[in-house]
């Protein structure tokens, strides 16, 4: 595939669109070709992210002062083996806050260090599945409009074909108002098959709200492993009714 330079869009419609997918769209350069795979991730769903078949999924994102005066971890982890079996934790600064368990279609969840409750539909639970990865969209959204997109190699990543593009900031006169990008850079490997992120790793910095004092440092890495096989799911052990 040749290398081809894209402008990336509306970066709001790519936590939505995939919920764990890559956005492109409609304000690239008159002169770039359509790129079809990245067209079609922008379409994508968590119905792609099934096609893919079993797997792991894990996405860590990082936000921080450029001082080191605060800094914060959010972790998504993800083992999904089909609809009616997958799990979903959350951890936030290396501590768990939430975790969902579907297996054989019963639902078990909890907070923290909670005990785990049986609730009467698991449907609630797959909604919250097809939302679980979207910070890919998240950590972009302060850079909206000044995402350049270049298509590099394809090659085999994780064991499936997939196309690789880079990530870097567009040069452009800062917004008068909302965050100001500062920089940007990072990759992503897209399955040819499914459309769906393999693998992705954003690093940038901003103006949170144009306010010079708060410039923050931002980083993303997800990632798809074992691909093709089924993670093992334990039922939760002290498992409390729940009325829901």
């Not at 079993?54 to 990082?62: E, I, L, N, V």
């Not at 959204?141 to 990530?167: D, H, I, K």
Request: glycine fraction near 6%; proline fraction near 5%.
């Amino acid at each position: 595939m040749p290398r081809e330079a894209l402008k990336a869009f509306d970066l709001k419609a790519i936590g939505i669109a995939w919920a764990l997918l890559t956005a492109c769209g409609g304000d690239k350069p008159a002169s770039a070709p359509e790129d079809s795979l990245l067209m079609a991730s922008e379409s994508a769903t968590f119905e792609n992210v099934a096609r893919l078949g079993p797997h792991r999924f894990q996405a860590t994102t990082t936000r921080q002062s450029p001082e080191g005066e605060y800094k914060t971890t959010e972790e998504v982890r993800m083992a999904w083996a089909d609809w009616d079996n997958f799990q979903l934790q959350r951890y936030r600064n290396e501590r768990l806050r939430a975790e969902n368990r579907v297996l054989h279609g019963k639902a078990y969840a909890k907070s923290g260090k909670g005990r785990f409750r049986q609730a009467r539909d698991a449907e609630l639970y797959r909604v919250e599945m097809r939302h679980s990865a979207s910070s890919w969209g998240q950590v972009l959204e302060p850079f909206t409009g000044r995402v350049l997109v270049q298509s590099e190699e394809n090659a085999m990543f994780n064991g499936r074909p997939a196309q690789r593009y880079t990530l870097s900031l567009e040069e452009a006169p800062n917004p008068s108002k909302g965050h100001i990008p500062l920089a940007l850079n990072g990759e992503m490997w897209i399955d040819e098959t499914t459309a769906i992120r393999l693998y992705g790793r954003l690093s940038g910095r901003y103006l949170k709200n144009g306010d010079k004092r708060k410039e923050t440092l931002i980083a993303l890495e997800l990632n798809r492993t074992e691909i093709g096989i089924v993670p093992v799911i334990d039922r939760p052990s002290e498992v409390r009714r729940s009325r829901f």
